[in-house]
């Protein structure tokens, strides 16, 4: 079993940044990733890792969101820059422990979630 708790959301104002935690309570975690889910939106994927560092992001976000990961920590971050008020949404971390990360960012790829944290940007 594979626990997963986000921290780190909040309220900031267009243009400012954050940066969302997820605490894994596990080893050899091979792909993480962060998806958010706006109000009447479908989940859509954010950003993911893999345990060599591969990165993926999506279109929206790339060149302000960086996503990392610390393993002496068993941590997963995601730096928001440059945030935008169509970033608001419920943020989640989701792990797959096995495979490395297809790059698709599908969250049917994903076994295991967290509860989310709230992301609110201002215009």
């Known amino acids: 079993q594979v626990q997963l708790v986000e921290s780190g959301g909040g309220s900031v104002q267009a243009g400012g940044s954050l940066r969302l935690s997820c605490a894994t309570y596990?080893?050899?975690?091979?792909?993480m990733g962060w998806f958010r889910q706006a109000p009447g939106k479908e989940r859509e994927g954010v950003a993911t890792?893999?345990?060599?560092?591969?990165?993926s992001y999506a279109d929206s976000v790339k060149g302000r969101f960086t996503i990392s990961q610390d393993n002496a920590k068993n941590t997963l971050y995601l730096q928001m820059n440059s945030l935008k008020p169509e970033d608001t949404a419920m943020y989640y971390c989701a792990a797959e422990p096995w495979n490395y990360c297809s790059g698709g960012r599908r969250e049917t790829d994903f076994p295991y979630w967290g509860q989310g944290t709230q992301v609110t940007v201002s215009s």
């Open positions: 890792i893999d345990s060599i560092g591969s990165t």
């Open positions: 596990s080893y050899s975690i091979n792909c």
